[in-house]
């Protein structure tokens, strides 16, 4: 981690171990953003205004998907920490970051300078990137690298500052860089016009972790950090806020928080460190509001939660539960389960994110918060829909056929 060759708050080059994660492919688009961020918002969340009204979508011009496959922008470190948990809930994870140590009320409103203890480090959910999970990410594990493709520099690879894109001094869609991107003659394409353009996710399959827009990460900002003894201990989450503090104090600095990765703002040349490289640490006020800021999200490897465990017991009915986003059920001593629209069920799976349904007459269903009322349908590799509005109890439609079936019964219509 880091650069002996550069700027001074990337020294000294060093080494730490860091625990597997899942990292988004992509950086969050606005329209993801805005589907979870709408349910949060009806289930006790609250966002800056600047957040939800001043953010920049795609140009009117661009046809070949929606305007809000961009990246999300303009929102500040609090909000990106707010939307990491409505994402976890929105799924049925369980959230990460809490309004106290011990952990019993989540994140959900105001501007809470969080530490490391206001964080389950061992929950499901998303959260922001470690500023170490973040380079490992863009470095594909490897040391030796410039940028996350390699060594050399030209438009067709990265979205920076007049790199030659259709979208110059603007963001391009999440992905854009995917072997049919567009170069044009630009300040400093380097001739990347001339060159034949080729799909730029990483070794590990991930798009934009350097151009485009860069992404908060959990950790404060401390430029002497990488020479502390903490800083190579495993999993290490960069200083805590009373370590920093003194020292803000004596330098008249605010407190800052990381921000990683290029963007379309970035220049690439030695006179301004060049801001392009992986290495490159930026940092904003967390209360900071960017367009050329956004966020990707991360969660941790091998962690479960028990099947549907935000169920609610009903008092004075014996046995009989209720899941916000599946209904009222009855179990049995056994696994199975008598649902109350689809009678008769076997579940298995984790949380509410991973549920596979038995249904006698059918076979295995997949289905999940996010995605119901849909399920998808293991005995014919089909998406099916369930429908109570105008139809009888426990009916699905097929959603490419219009093929409906009750428990597994195909009813033409």
């Known amino acids: 981690m ?68 961009f990246p999300m922008n303009m929102l500040n470190w ?16 369980t959230p990460v970051y809490y309004l106290e140590e011990n952990k019993t009320t989540i994140y959900r409103k105001g501007e809470l300078d ?37 060594n050399n520099l030209n438009g067709t690879l990265s979205n920076y500052y ?42 590990f399959g991930i798009h934009d972790l350097s151009g485009n827009v860069s992404e908060w990460c959990w950790d404060w900002y401390y430029d002497k950090w990488y020479g502390e003894n903490e800083a190579t201990t495993k999993d290490n989450r960069g200083p805590e806020s009373d370590f920093i503090s003194p020292i803000n104090a004596v330098r008249k600095l605010q407190m800052t928080r990381v921000v990683r990765g290029a963007n379309f703002r970035s220049k690439p040349g030695s006179e301004y460190g060049n801001e392009v490289r992986l290495a490159y640490r930026n940092f904003f006020t967390p209360e900071s509001s960017q367009r050329r800021v956004g966020i990707r999200c991360v969660r941790g490897d ?33 696994e199975w389960v008598y649902h109350y629209d689809f009678g ?5 799976g984790h949380g509410s994110y991973n549920n596979w349904l038995y249904f006698p007459k059918h076979g295995w269903m997949w289905t999940n918060r996010y995605s119901y009322p849909y399920f998808y349908s293991n005995k014919d590799s089909t998406w099916y829909k369930h429908d109570l509005e105008n139809i009888e109890l426990g009916w699905f439609i097929k959603s490419d056929s219009g093929e409906r079936f009750r428990f597994g019964r195909v009813y033409p219509n």
């Open 78 to 93: 609090y909000d990106a920490i707010k939307w990491c948990n409505a994402r976890s809930e929105l799924e049925g994870r």
């Open 114 to 150: 969080l530490n490391e203890s206001n964080a389950n480090w061992g929950a499901t959910g998303y959260r922001l990137p470690t500023e170490a999970e973040w380079e490992y990410a863009a470095r594909d594990g490897l040391y030796s690298k410039l940028y996350p493709w390699g």
């Open 2 to 69: 880091g650069d002996d060759k550069n700027l001074a708050d990337e020294q000294p080059m060093h080494t730490l171990s860091i625990s597997p994660f899942y990292m988004d492919v992509y950086e969050v688009h606005i329209w993801h953003w805005d589907k979870v961020a709408n349910w949060a918002m009806d289930n006790g969340y609250e966002f800056s205004s600047t957040s939800q009204n001043f953010r920049k979508e795609g140009p009117y011009w661009y046809t070949d998907n929606s305007n809000l496959i």
């Open 162 to 203: 007049y790199s030659g894109d259709p979208f110059d001094n603007s963001a391009t869609p999440v992905g854009y860089f995917n072997g049919f991107q567009e170069i044009i003659q630009a300040t400093n394409s380097f001739d990347g016009e001339d060159f034949n353009p080729q799909d730029q996710k990483s070794n």
């Open 344 to 348: 008769w069920i076997y579940p298995t």
């Open 302 to 334: 091998n962690l479960d939660d028990p099947l549907w465990h935000t169920t609610e017991k009903l008092s004075g009915f014996h046995n009989w539960f209720f899941l916000k986003w599946l209904g009222y059920y009855w179990k049995s001593q056994v």
